[in-house]
């Protein structure tokens, strides 16, 4: 795709980029107006399917892959991207989620920024600066909520619509990361407390866009970090631990100043009808569509100028399994706060890390519509060869879905391989189909993609990791 000129602007302008936590892309339709200057992304893509690594490569073009940003620690150091902006321009966050406060390391390059986890300060505090900023002083303004992210919390009552009655059950609560005990009753409230949490969060998103669209100089850009998952009965549930399409599919609208060159507009929609937009890409675009040139590199691109390439969104802290021959699931929390998880969540939890001489790494590897997840687990060797390989097989019995094992000394892997067009709901793993089991997908459109994380090694690519592996599920296992 050719590179468009930039066209510069007469005065620098101003950027505002919101962040809606945990909304899926298919809770939102197009309800923003102004077709003519704010344009959706058909097919918008999560870099992580967590509010912490998602964040970190939104704000710095960088893949999860790269950063390995899934805990505080190690400093995150340096945003180029930032850096790379004009002198003179303010950076001011407003966020409403814990994982992302100051020491996160996502702050890092802004002059303010304010946590806050009350739900309507951020967007006041955004309303607030949007009227005062001045020509003389561009700004980057993020504004991050946390409204529907919270939908399983009793905070969340005050979201609901007039005239829907009080509810009758309890919020999920703690639950809400098994969905353990949970009746039909339980469900359907859910899903009612997240329809209306979305509601009211896009129509303070809307107010707040009517205070951009009046001043008219600011290139905004609304999106989410991951959504969230609403099928119990495949363990597809709440998010973080998996790499499922209702995690990493997320809404992306640009809304420009009246001022953008009508060229610019239409270049625009051609390049999001035609390409998925990645989660790195949005600043990158954004600035672009700004009139900004010189930007230092990341692994982000400008949708108008990039070309389609194979997308890894990844986890590394958490990873989702059964719930050991109990009704429900359960996720695995490597590292971390341990949040909503009960003494007994803590106490499974502490014995599985136990097992683990390394983090869990899941990724999906897409270049729609084809889809590839490889799930890898490495345990601790300390019960034998023989004891080793039964332990191996018993944890993969407990990943979700039906995932190909292949097992390569103390490594377990999980392949999965989707058609998104034909499965877009991904309830058919191919890889079961292929002659070669999982060495066919080195044959497929990702397959030259693929590669997996090995502690003291580094990429390591799947001719490699599948070298010598024993596949012990599938056709061949």
Same mark, same amino acid.
């Given at each position: 795709?050719? #590179? *468009?000129?930039?066209?510069?602007?007469?005065? &620098?302008?101003?950027?505002?980029?919101?962040?809606?936590?945990?909304?899926?892309?298919?809770?939102?339709?197009?309800?923003? =107006?102004?077709?003519?200057?704010?344009?959706?992304?058909?097919?918008?893509?999560?870099?992580?399917?967590?509010?912490?690594?998602?964040?970190?490569?939104?704000?710095?073009?960088?893949?999860?892959?790269?950063?390995?940003?899934?805990?505080?620690? &190690?400093?995150?150091?340096?945003?180029?991207?930032?850096?790379?902006?004009?002198?003179?321009?303010?950076?001011?966050?407003?966020?409403?989620?814990?994982?992302?406060?100051?020491?996160?390391?996502?702050? /890092?390059?802004?002059?303010?920024?304010?946590?806050?986890?009350? /739900?309507?300060?951020?967007?006041?505090?955004?309303?607030?600066?949007?009227?005062?900023?001045?020509?003389?002083?561009?700004?980057l303004i993020v504004l /991050?909520?946390?409204?529907?992210?919270?939908?399983? !919390?009793?905070?969340?009552?005050?979201?609901?619509?007039? =005239?829907?009655?009080?509810?009758?059950?309890? %919020?999920?609560?703690?639950?809400?990361?098994?969905?353990? @005990?949970?009746?039909?009753?339980?469900?359907?409230?859910?899903?009612?407390?997240?329809?209306?949490?979305?509601?009211?969060? !896009?129509?303070?998103?809307?107010?707040?866009? @009517?205070?951009?669209? +009046?001043?008219?100089?600011?290139?905004?850009?609304?999106?989410?970090?991951?959504?969230?998952?609403?099928?119990?009965?495949?363990?597809?549930?709440?998010?973080?631990?998996?790499? /499922? +399409?209702? *995690?990493?599919? $997320?809404?992306?609208?640009?809304?420009?100043?009246?001022?953008?060159? %009508? @060229?610019?507009?239409?270049?625009?929609?051609?390049?999001? %009808?035609?390409?998925?937009?990645?989660?790195?890409?949005?600043?990158?675009?954004?600035?672009?569509?700004?009139?900004?040139?010189?930007?230092? &590199?990341?692994?982000?691109?400008?949708?108008?100028?990039?070309?389609?390439?194979?997308?890894?969104?990844?986890?590394?802290?958490?990873?989702?399994?059964?719930?050991?021959?109990?009704?429900?699931?359960?996720?695995?929390?490597? +590292?971390?706060?341990?949040?909503?998880?009960?003494?007994? @969540?803590?106490?499974?939890?502490?014995?599985?890390a136990e097992q683990l001489?390394?983090?869990?790494?899941?990724?999906?590897?897409?270049?729609?519509?084809?889809?590839?997840?490889?799930?890898?687990v490495r345990l601790r060797?300390?019960?034998?060869?023989?004891?080793?390989?039964?332990?191996? $097989? %018993?944890? =993969?019995?407990?990943?979700?879905?039906?995932?190909?094992?292949?097992?390569?000394?103390?490594?377990?892997?999980?392949?999965?391989?989707?058609?998104?067009?034909?499965?877009?709901?991904? #309830?058919?793993?191919?890889?079961?189909?292929?002659?070669?089991?999982?060495?066919?997908?080195?044959?497929?459109?990702?397959?030259?993609?693929?590669?997996?994380?090995?502690?003291?090694?580094?990429?390591?690519?799947?001719? +490699?990791?599948?070298?010598?592996?024993?596949?012990?599920?599938?056709?061949?296992?």
């Amino acid at each position: 795709m050719a #590179t *468009l000129p930039v066209v510069p602007m007469t005065t &620098p302008p101003n950027f505002l980029l919101i962040i809606l936590d945990a909304l899926r892309g298919d809770a939102v339709g197009d309800p923003f =107006g102004a077709p003519e200057r704010c344009l959706r992304a058909p097919t918008a893509v999560a870099a992580a399917p967590w509010t912490l690594p998602s964040c970190t490569s939104i704000i710095t073009g960088r893949r999860p892959v790269a950063h390995g940003h899934y805990w505080r620690e &190690p400093a995150l150091g340096t945003n180029a991207l930032l850096e790379g902006l004009p002198s003179g321009y303010r950076k001011v966050g407003f966020v409403n989620n814990g994982a992302i406060g100051r020491g996160s390391g996502v702050e /890092h390059g802004f002059d303010k920024w304010r946590l806050s986890l009350d /739900h309507d300060e951020p967007i006041e505090r955004a309303l607030r600066l949007i009227g005062r900023v001045r020509s003389r002083r561009p700004h980057l303004i993020v504004l /991050h909520s946390n409204i529907v992210h919270d939908y399983y !919390l009793p905070s969340a009552d005050r979201f609901r619509r007039p =005239g829907r009655p009080r509810p009758t059950v309890p %919020a999920l609560g703690e639950r809400v990361v098994t969905w353990r @005990d949970t009746t039909p009753a339980d469900r359907t409230a859910a899903l009612d407390a997240y329809g209306d949490c979305t509601t009211e969060l !896009l129509t303070r998103v809307a107010t707040v866009l @009517d205070a951009v669209r +009046q001043r008219d100089d600011f290139v905004t850009v609304v999106t989410a970090d991951h959504g969230e998952g609403f099928d119990p009965d495949r363990g597809r549930i709440h998010h973080a631990g998996r790499v /499922h +399409q209702d *995690l990493l599919d $997320v809404p992306l609208f640009f809304d420009l100043p009246s001022t953008t060159p %009508a @060229d610019r507009v239409a270049a625009l929609a051609d390049a999001l %009808a035609t390409r998925a937009v990645f989660g790195t890409d949005i600043l990158p675009t954004a600035f672009d569509l700004g009139g900004l040139g010189g930007m230092p &590199p990341t692994d982000g691109v400008s949708v108008l100028s990039g070309d389609p390439r194979t997308l890894v969104s990844e986890d590394r802290r958490y990873l989702y399994v059964g719930n050991g021959g109990e009704p429900g699931r359960f996720r695995i929390n490597f +590292q971390g706060r341990f949040k909503n998880m009960s003494a007994e @969540d803590l106490d499974r939890n502490r014995r599985i890390a136990e097992q683990l001489a390394e983090p869990p790494a899941v990724r999906s590897f897409l270049l729609h519509p084809h889809k590839c997840i490889v799930t890898s687990v490495r345990l601790r060797s300390g019960s034998g060869a023989k004891g080793l390989r039964d332990d191996l $097989v %018993a944890f =993969g019995a407990d990943l979700l879905g039906a995932p190909v094992l292949a097992i390569a000394g103390d490594r377990l892997l999980g392949l999965e391989y989707y058609d998104l067009a034909a499965d877009p709901l991904e #309830t058919r793993n191919l890889v079961a189909a292929m002659a070669d089991g999982p060495r066919g997908i080195l044959g497929t459109p990702v397959g030259e993609s693929v590669s997996m994380p090995v502690a003291g090694v580094g990429e390591v690519g799947l001719v +490699q990791l599948l070298e010598g592996c024993e596949i012990v599920s599938g056709p061949h296992g």
